[in-house]
T-cell receptor
Framework: SQQGEEDPQALSIQEGENATMNCSYKTSINNLQWYRQNSGRGLVHLIL?????REKHSGRLRVTLDTSKKSSSLLITASRAADTASYFCATDPTGNQFYFGTGTSLTVIP | DTAVSQTPKYLVTQMGNDKSIKCEQNLGHDTMYWYKQDSKKFLKIMFS???????INETVPNRFSPKSPDKAHLNLHINSLELGDSAVYFC?????????????FGPGTRLTVL
């Protein structure tokens, strides 16, 4: 299949800790995006990283991309209860559409 | 203002019925999508329209027919509903078709087929 696969499937941490989730994919990509989905809501875009970039930051988010390993990671620093959500990576093997995985379900315990 | 809106939010219906889900975006985007999210949260693209033209049509039963009356609207009609159609359907839009474009998602329509 062409979708990214997130790991772990579920993650539970204490507020203030860092959360790291990973995404692996199978074919070459042009871009990779990370999205967040709160329970019962639509997805919200977090960050895009291009294939020629290795790292990007946005606030408390840090995304890395290793195209040789076909993997990306999303780090959320100093987590908050409001970060509780599912996180999806989206990869674009064809260049004009994204394929999503099943996400990592993050629970931040206050 | 809701950027991408869908109606209805919940849809409960019997097997064999025909139903429609409507989607509207007020972002001025020219590209719209339909996704299906199953109970395991796997999100799968179904269709994509750019300026009212179908550009992506994944392997979806032909019981599903999208219609785009203008670039701000993309509706999904489903004929002869089956149990396996139960899922959450998301509409999304983006400014262009390239994969560098951020997609904006609607709140979803939870379809339950009994």
């Amino acid at each position: 299949s062409q979708q990214g696969e997130e790991d772990p499937q579920a993650l539970s941490i204490q507020e203030g800790e860092n959360a790291t989730m990973n995404c692996s994919y199978k074919t070459s990509i042009n871009n990779l995006q990370w999205y967040r989905q709160n329970s019962g809501r639509g997805l919200v875009h977090l960050i895009l990283i291009r294939s020629n970039e290795r790292e990007k930051h946005s606030g408390r988010l840090r995304v890395t991309l290793d195209t040789s390993k076909k993997s990306s990671s999303l780090l959320i620093t100093a987590s908050r209860a409001a970060d509780t959500a599912s996180y999806f990576c989206a990869t674009d093997p064809t260049g004009n559409q994204f394929y999503f995985g099943t996400g990592t379900s993050l629970t931040v315990i206050p | 203002d809701t950027a991408v809106s869908q109606t209805p939010k919940y849809l409960v219906t019997q097997m064999g019925n025909d139903k429609s889900i409507k989607c509207e975006q007020n972002l001025g985007h020219d590209t719209m999508y339909w996704y299906k999210q199953d109970s395991k949260k796997f999100l799968k693209i179904m269709f994509s329209y750019n300026n009212k033209e179908l550009i992506i049509n994944e392997t979806v039963p032909n019981r599903f027919s999208p219609k785009s009356p203008d670039k701000a609207h993309l509706n999904l009609h489903i004929n002869s509903l089956e149990l396996g159609d139960s899922a959450v359907y998301f509409c999304a839009s983006s400014d262009g078709t390239g994969s560098y474009n951020e997609q904006f998602f609607g709140p979803g329509t939870r379809l339950t087929v009994l």
